[in-house]
Nanobody, 117 residues
Framework: QVQLVESGGGTVQPGGSLTLSCVAS????????MAWYRQAPGKQREWVAK???????EYADSVKGRFTISRDYAKNMVFLFMKSLKYEDTAVYYC???????????WGQGTQVTVSS
């Protein structure tokens, strides 16, 4: 079992920046691909960014060029740096881990990001 805990959410003005963090209860980066998802009110959870165990990154078109996913292997942490934030980025952001050898998937509890003037 893996626990994921997100932090770093908050309220930011349009055009602002924010960095989300996700710490895993153990080092899983060799066996799991990591990703960030988000869920806005009344909408389904959507994928935002992915960081594979091979350090390959992918981004949803809506955040490409504005968001950056990265990790700190030694600290078991994954980050999502967000810049040029827009109102439509408002959502609860979730950290997720997907096993590359298994079908296991783990989620964090989420952290709220609100973009508001």
């Amino acid at each position: 079992q893996v626990q994921l805990v997100e932090s770093g959410g908050g309220t930011v003005q349009p055009g602002g920046s924010l960095t989300l963090s996700c710490v895993a209860s153990k080092n899983i980066f060799s066996d799991y691909d990591m990703a960030w998802y988000r869920q806005a009110p009344g909408k389904q959870r959507e994928w935002v960014a992915k960081l594979s165990h091979r350090l390959e990154t992918e981004y949803a078109d809506s955040v490409k060029g504005r968001f950056t996913i990265s990790r700190d292997y030694a600290k078991n942490m994954v980050f999502l740096f967000m810049k040029s934030l827009k109102y439509e980025d408002t959502a609860v952001y979730y950290c997720g881990a997907q096993g590359i050898y298994t079908n296991e998937r783990f989620w964090g509890q989420g952290t709220q990001v609100t973009v508001s003037s």
